[in-house]
């Protein structure tokens, strides 16, 4: 059986892991380092970590890959290839270069296009129809090595974020399966990307996902399914932040026409708000210190006025 040693951190990295421990030895796993969290700053562990001692299987958490003694450490494991999987980092040369198959890297995009953090969330912003999964040879440039496989996924109009990655994981894990066995077998030769047609995509911040009302209705349905379910797409309400979990598009405007963008317009207990078009429809919202509730019960539990609008 062949020897894979693993890169990864999050709970999509976790998926693909314990995809891979079907098919293949796992000789070890490199995650992120524990990271305190909640009042007490406890320290816990990455899904990743959390899938290998599950496993039984060796992980190591650096702080840096830049060390030399664990690039000799990894090379003792004797693995055929490398796997990673959202591992938060650069692989440097002197680890992806060990193995005989070198390392791949599975990314949720069809690369040369949205090169970087978080593709699926700034195709959906964009407003694309369709996405990817790409598995990639890894080399010194970002998401830049040659492409091993390649499939393509259909975005619908109202799908999220969670609604892709739900779709991408089970095609991405065996993705990988079946790049492992064609590098194996030379089945599969690796070809150049088109970096001519690169396009990339930064991280996400709280601010990014700040919603302003005045900027047509489908930029704003497209920021609210990019950022669910992280960061969540936000804005403010009588001082408070109000999340919004979920929009649909409205095929009707604001009865006053001088309306700011931003203003609350209620319909028969729907929610609806003015854009710089139109009006959107709010389904899904969460005031601040509160769980999400449908637009009714915001409705209700507001008293909206006339004249209420997000900021």
């Known amino acids: 059986m062949m020897k894979i040693g693993f890169f ?12 891979l421990i079907k098919h293949y030895e796992i000789a070890f796993v490199v995650t992120s380092p524990d990271k305190p969290k909640g009042r007490g700053k406890h320290l816990l562990p990455t899904p990743v970590k959390e899938k290998a001692l599950e496993y039984g299987i060796v992980c190591f958490q650096p702080t840096t890959l830049k060390d030399e003694q664990l690039a000799e450490t990894l090379r003792q494991f004797n693995c055929d290839i490398f796997v990673v999987v959202a591992y938060g980092k650069l692989i440097p040369r002197s680890i992806f270069s060990i193995p ?56 619908a109009p109202n799908e999220t974020a969670q609604d892709v990655y739900e779709k991408i994981l089970p ?103 003015c854009t710089f078009d139109g009006t959107i429809e709010v389904m899904s919202l969460q005031p601040e210190t509160k769980k999400p509730m449908d637009a009714s019960a915001f409705i209700n539990g507001y008293r909206l006025q006339h004249g209420d609008a997000f900021e």
């Open 171 to 273: 095609l991405g894990a065996d993705m990988l399966v079946r790049a492992i066995a064609g590098l194996h077998d030379g089945t599969i030769t690796p070809v150049p990307q088109d970096h001519s047609q690169a396009t990339y995509c930064g991280k996400i911040t709280s601010e990014t996902a700040r919603i302003n009302w005045d900027i047509p209705s489908i930029h704003i349905h497209n920021m609210v399914r990019a950022f669910n379910p992280k960061p969540v797409a936000w804005t403010t309400f009588r001082g408070k932040i109000i999340k919004i979990w979920k929009t649909l598009l409205s095929d009707s405007s604001c009865n006053n026409s001088t309306a700011r963008p931003g203003t609350v317009v209620v319909q028969a207990k729907r929610l609806f708000v």
């Open 100 to 155: 005989p198959l070198q390392t791949i890297n599975l990314h949720p995009s069809l690369l040369p296009k949205y090169r970087g953090a978080a593709p699926v969330e700034w195709a959906l912003y964009n407003g694309e129809q369709q996405t990817g999964v790409t598995v990639q040879r890894i080399n010194e440039e970002l998401d830049a090595g040659d492409i091993v496989l390649q499939s393509t996924v259909t975005i």
């Open 8 to 19: 990864g951190t999050p709970e999509i990295a976790s998926y693909c892991l314990e995809h």
